[in-house]
């Protein structure tokens, strides 16, 4: 896997706020994904799901939102 920086993770301009935030929404796609019936949002590059949700993080097919409630969500699509 190549090397990524805080800096990469970008969507529609804004920036992903916290290292912290995108450990968080990595694991929680990387779960989600090494269940058998999980389907990728693009092609597989790597067969690790950490790795998996990592790139879908970084093109932008996942990404988080704030909601008026202390519980974050991310977006899944």
């Known amino acids: 896997m190549r090397h990524l920086a805080l800096e ?5 301009g804004d ?3 916290s290292l ?3 450990v968080i929404i990595a694991a929680r796609r990387a779960v989600q994904l090494n269940k058998p019936a999980a ?3 693009m092609a597989p ?3 690790k ?3 998996l949700a990592l790139e879908e993080i ?3 097919k996942v990404w988080y939102r704030l909601d008026g409630e202390d519980e974050d969500e991310y977006d899944v699509g």
């Open 8 to 12: 990469d993770f970008e969507l529609d």
């Open 15 to 17: 920036k992903m706020d």
């Open 20 to 22: 912290y935030r995108l």
């Open 39 to 41: 389907r990728t949002l």
């Open 45 to 47: 590059v790597s067969k």
């Open 49 to 51: 799901p950490v790795t």
């Open 58 to 60: 970084l093109d932008g």
